[in-house]
């Protein structure tokens, strides 16, 4: 197994950098999603209409742009020559579970309970998808400042949503959305796998976009036929779709936070990806919440100090290693 080598000073700080805004796009983009999902009444309905504007944006960028389509060539030569696996395309699968999970879970365990419960798996899986080097920068080893951080980033999760969690809860509904997180740290690396095979000997946007391609194909897919089975189940169909446009940009903000994600992992490791974006979205999460408040529950203390904590972690984990 090789360990990855370390990253110039520079572009681990533009990475780091890069991981706290898909965290903000994240926020922004929940904030969209979640909207649409109480005007329909359907959060997964909402989850598979953010997903296919996404796609639909990708496939029209794949049309006008031949290097993205080379990109996919690319993918598929991978894939023939098994330098890629083709259960590396499935990432995208992840993020649908994850939205699943959370219409399966959040009315019973609550929201805080939720987070936490995805922080906690995303967190300890990435810390063993690193170690793996599943993703494209090769091994990261399991080192005390490491899991210091990954601990800290969690505590600091639990801390910011601590005054929303409900004692009364479903204990084993709360694996789902450790597992689902668990998933996410292996689409991130997986996702990076996809960028680089799309980009070998080709442009990096190419390649990034290919890769994002990919991942909302996979995901929008199976996200329909997760809606398609919703509606069998409660028997109800959605609201009709309101007019207002701002609430079909949440896709566009997923396709923004994927594709940066594909291209930084290698930089960042999936573990400073994950926390990173965490981050960001705890931040974003708070400036919305202050700036564009979106119900009566007001900032909390604990919300900011545990904000606060999150990029401690950040700054924990992106440390650079001890030369031997």
Excluded: K
């Amino acid at each position: 197994m090789t360990t990855a080598p370390e990253p110039a000073h520079g572009a681990r700080v533009a990475a780091t950098a890069a991981a706290l805004g898909i965290g903000v796009a994240v926020a922004v983009q929940a904030r969209i999603n979640g909207e649409l999902g109480q005007r329909i009444d359907d959060a997964v309905v909402a989850a598979a209409l953010s997903n296919l504007g996404g796609l639909l944006l990708l496939v029209t960028l794949a049309a006008t742009g031949p290097r993205v389509r080379q990109g996919l060539g690319r993918v598929r030569a991978a894939v023939r020559d098994h330098t890629l696996s083709r259960h590396q395309l499935f990432g995208g699968v992840c993020g649908a579970f994850l939205v699943v999970c959370q219409g399966l879970t959040v009315a019973t365990i609550g929201v805080a309970v939720f987070t936490v419960a995805v922080v906690a798996g995303q967190t300890v899986s990435s810390l063993l998808v690193d170690r793996a080097g599943v993703g494209p920068g090769g091994a990261r080893p399991v080192t005390g400042r490491r899991v210091t951080g990954a601990g800290l980033a969690l505590a600091a999760v639990a801390l910011a949503v601590s005054h929303r969690i409900d004692a009364a809860l479903s204990a084993w509904l709360v694996l789902l959305p450790v597992l689902a997180g668990a998933g996410t740290a292996w689409q991130q690396a997986v996702n990076g796998l996809v960028a680089a095979a799309a980009r070998r000997g080709g442009p990096a946007r190419a390649g990034v976009l290919a890769a994002a391609l990919v991942n909302f194909g996979v995901g929008t897919a199976a996200l329909v036929a997760a809606a398609v089975v919703e509606i069998e189940v409660r028997g109800q169909w959605p609201l009709p779709m309101p007019a207002a446009p701002w609430l079909y940009i949440g896709g566009p903000m997923g396709v923004l936070a994927v594709g940066i994600g594909a291209a930084i992992v290698g930089i960042t490791g999936v573990l400073l990806l994950a926390v990173g974006a965490v981050t960001g979205q705890l931040v974003g999460g708070l400036l919305l919440d202050v700036l564009l408040p979106a119900g009566p529950t007001p900032v909390t203390i604990t919300t900011v100090a545990g904000t606060a904590l999150t990029l401690v972690s950040v700054v924990v984990i992106a440390l650079p290693r001890r030369r031997a």
